[in-house]
């Protein structure tokens, strides 16, 4: 396997990135005619090389190398993205992915079991607040109960799917985690040590614990000029200490972090005092006692200023994840396909959520990082050198090959 940047890989990111809203970045949201597009665009790329795909009852893209016997290596990530993202998260995972089958059909190799290329629907939570929806039906979840979720325009997300001739209640027809036998993901570090350190290969140990909130803040709506400022019930004011006050409670904690990344509130008027404010919360550690602790203490400060505000506050939780550890024989596996690739490494954890975390519950699943440019992700600035993305699909290469021999 040569050292050089794959050309057919480069040129893989650049179509892909065609299939985005209009505006900087990369938007490609859950159950969205570009995504829908991209898939087509995706399956398309697979038949060139001689896979067999289809988008499953849950959205979820799945190509297939149908040979040998046994349960299947899946390899793969997802294609959606938060809105004006780059063009790397979750989409170089799937497009190394089918590079990676692309380099073991040249050199003429034959796996003794199936090798499944997935792209898993909806990983990212943007839209309808459904993180990790594909990954959770293919794992056997029951998700049917989040049709009703709303998006910002007022859609449901069972709405949503009906374009794609697909039904709600019928998405846990897309479980099919008991004909895998182990899952592969390679991402983008989305943080900066990889090429502080100037190291090529991530080899991820585990992926961080995380609980996710909407929090409701209910004051009084009212003149803006006519009431005094000691009489006013602002639900704005509150929420901002709030989420002041979380922010401080992270920094005081080793290797915790959260974030309130949306906020909205009403009646939204210049001059009405703010009734009601809603707003995001997502709270991360790398163990889960420490992510026990930073959420108890997060929980009684927001109560606690919405007794001194004279506020409610209402605490509804939208995901939870345990700290998820990656497999001993795959970070091994992963690490000596790194050296035969010639490729530095090096194990750290993941302070981002992904899919793997999902799969890791139901069957061995790990996990390599590429280096991401300054550690900027979630962003049209995101970028990943062409040479360090092809190594990382010459490395996803020997795993796979490895695993399938």
Not at 208 to 218: A, L, Q
Not at 365 to 393: I, K, Q
Request: proline fraction near 4%.
């Amino acid at each position: 396997m040569s050292d050089a940047p794959e050309p057919d890989l480069d040129e893989d990111i650049a179509g892909l990135a065609e299939f985005s809203r209009a505006g900087p970045g990369i938007t490609r949201l859950a159950w969205t005619e570009e995504l829908r597009a991209a898939y087509q665009w995706l399956g398309g790329r697979c038949e060139e090389v001689g896979l067999r795909w289809n988008v499953d009852a849950a959205g979820n893209f799945v190509a297939r190398w149908e040979v040998g016997e046994g349960p299947a290596t899946l390899v793969g990530s997802h294609l959606d993205s938060v809105p004006n993202g780059g063009r790397y998260d979750g989409a170089l995972g799937v497009l190394a992915g089918l590079h990676a089958i692309r380099l073991l059909k040249r050199r003429g190799f034959v796996p003794r079991a199936p090798i499944w290329l997935i792209a898993f629907m909806d990983e990212e939570n943007t839209r309808f607040n459904t993180a990790l929806f594909g990954s959770r039906a293919f794992c056997g979840e029951d998700i049917t109960g989040l049709g009703e979720r709303r998006d910002a325009e007022d859609m449901s997300l069972a709405e949503a799917m009906r374009p794609w001739d697909r039904d709600i209640s019928q998405a846990t027809r897309a479980a099919a985690v008991a004909d895998v036998g182990r899952f592969v993901e390679l991402h983008v570090e989305q943080g900066p040590r990889l090429e502080q350190q100037e190291l090529q290969v991530g080899v991820v140990t585990s992926i961080v614990g995380m609980v996710g909130y909407r929090i409701e803040v209910t004051g009084e709506a009212n003149h803006a000029g006519t009431t005094p400022m000691e009489l006013r019930r602002d639900a704005l004011c509150g929420a901002a200490r709030m989420i002041l006050a979380v922010r401080e409670i992270a920094r005081a904690s080793k290797d915790t972090t959260a974030n309130v990344g949306v906020i909205s509130v009403a009646p939204a008027s210049s001059n009405v005092i703010p009734g009601s404010c809603h707003f995001t919360l997502d709270l991360r550690a790398s163990q889960d006692d420490a992510l026990g602790q930073l959420e108890a203490v997060c929980r009684r400060e927001i109560h606690d200023i919405a007794v001194t505000e004279d506020l409610q506050a209402s605490l509804n939780g939208t995901y939870r994840m345990a700290a998820v550890p990656m497999d001993d024989h795959l970070i091994e596996v992963i690490e000596t396909a790194a050296r035969e690739e010639g490729a530095s490494t090096v194990r750290l954890p993941s302070g981002a959520g992904h899919d793997a975390m999902l799969l890791a519950r139901y069957v061995p699943a790990g996990m390599l990082f590429v280096p991401s440019r300054g550690g900027v992700s979630h962003s049209p600035e995101e970028f990943t050198d062409p040479e360090d993305a092809g190594r990382g699909a010459r490395v996803l290469a020997r795993v796979l090959e490895r695993l399938s021999s």
